[in-house]
């Protein structure tokens, strides 16, 4: 079974880039990754979503390696309101009939000023 | 206005009584899911369902139960039988099953039980 993991936490300053891997080593072949933000005591957001190489939209990029066993969302000059918590979400190909949606550990992200 | 509801956002029940919480999408969304997420964890799938009248268990169905007998509809209930139901509770949609589709999130309900 898949097995999604993310650093539990990071910290960075206003300005600055962020990076967060995923890594999953089952991915089921004909799933994208997608990726979602949560703040406290909300439901998840979608961020951004890809397949493989990258992909880029107006707030983040994903990094995606050939193998696709791992997964880097980049945050350009994060700000205080990007404070949350971040996950991936892949497919699992356990064999099933359909795969099986597999959420990471989550990332909190701490900016400061 | 478009979008995924979820009521109420606070519930509170003795230990031994079945809640049943409200999940309700106008998107024309085939997919509805059920996520349990506890303090500072991940979020745990409970149930899903790729379309009217069938749904699959996730990996924490126990002590829980769902229906879908409207496309809009996929209501949870939380039974007597589960050990731990203090929780948040996430109800999500997507146009087919897999994460390939974008899951639009309700806002959650948190249940107390005592």
């Known amino acids: 079974l898949a097995k999604t993991t993310q650093p539990i936490s990071m910290d960075s300053y206003e300005g600055q880039e962020v990076n967060i891997t995923c890594s999953h080593n089952n991915i089921a072949t004909n799933d994208y990754i997608t990726w979602y933000q949560q703040f406290p005591s909300q439901g998840p957001r979608f961020i951004i979503q890809g397949y493989k190489t990258k992909v880029t939209n107006e707030v983040a990029s994903l990094f995606i390696p050939a193998d696709r066993k791992s997964s880097t969302l980049s945050l350009p000059r994060v700000s205080l309101s990007d404070t949350a918590v971040y996950y991936c979400l892949v497919g699992d190909n356990y064999g099933g009939a359909t795969n099986k949606l597999i959420f990471g550990t989550g990332t909190l992200l701490a900016v400061q000023p | 206005d478009g979008g995924i509801t979820q009521s109420p956002k606070y519930l509170f029940r003795k230990e031994g009584q079945n809640v049943t919480l409200s999940c309700e999408q106008n998107l024309n969304h085939d997919a509805m899911y059920w996520y349990r997420q506890d303090p500072g964890q991940g979020l745990r799938l409970i149930y899903y369902?790729?379309?009217?009248?069938?749904?699959q268990k996730g990996d924490i169905a126990e002590g829980y139960s769902v229906s879908r007998e409207k496309k809009e509809s996929f209501p949870l209930t939380v039974t007597s039988a589960q050990k731990n139901p203090t929780a948040f509770y996430l109800c999500a949609s997507s146009f087919g099953q897999g994460a390939t589709y974008e899951q639009y999130f309700g806002p959650g309900t948190r249940l107390t039980v005592t």
């Open positions: 369902s790729q379309i009217v009248n069938d749904f």
